[in-house]
């Protein structure tokens, strides 16, 4: 059975850091993609951060210079390094991988504010 459980999420004041963690079980995670999405209140899911098998990247627009997605497959962990966080940032992060077939988190709220 496939698991991801993301962690670290929470409040954090506007230019504050967090790091999400997302633990994966039940794949072979050296050959798995993974990324990070996230979906705001009333908005459609979007991708946040990928990572492929072999290490290269893409961010959204939105998050690049910002963010970084990095993994330990050593450890079956990806993570998601959030710097100058904006109160729009606010979203339920999800974690997702993909091996063959595509599997979900079930999320981890991040709240940007004041």
């Not at 967090?18 to 996230?38: H, T």
Request: charged residues 20%; neutral net charge; hydrophobic residues 35%.
């Amino acid at each position: 059975q496939v698991r991801l459980v993301e962690s670290g999420g929470g409040l954090v004041q506007p230019g504050g850091s967090l790091r999400l963690s997302c633990a994966a079980s039940g794949i072979i995670f050296r050959i798995s993609a993974m990324g990070w999405y996230r979906q705001a209140p009333g908005k459609e899911r979007e991708l946040v951060a990928s990572i492929t098998s072999g290490g290269s990247t893409n961010y959204a627009d939105s998050v690049k210079d910002r963010f970084t997605i990095s993994r330990d497959n050593a450890n079956d962990t990806v993570y998601l390094q959030m710097n100058s966080l904006k109160p729009e940032d606010t979203a339920v992060y999800f974690c997702n991988a993909q091996m063959f077939n595509e599997y979900w988190g079930q999320g981890t709220q991040v709240t940007v504010s004041s």
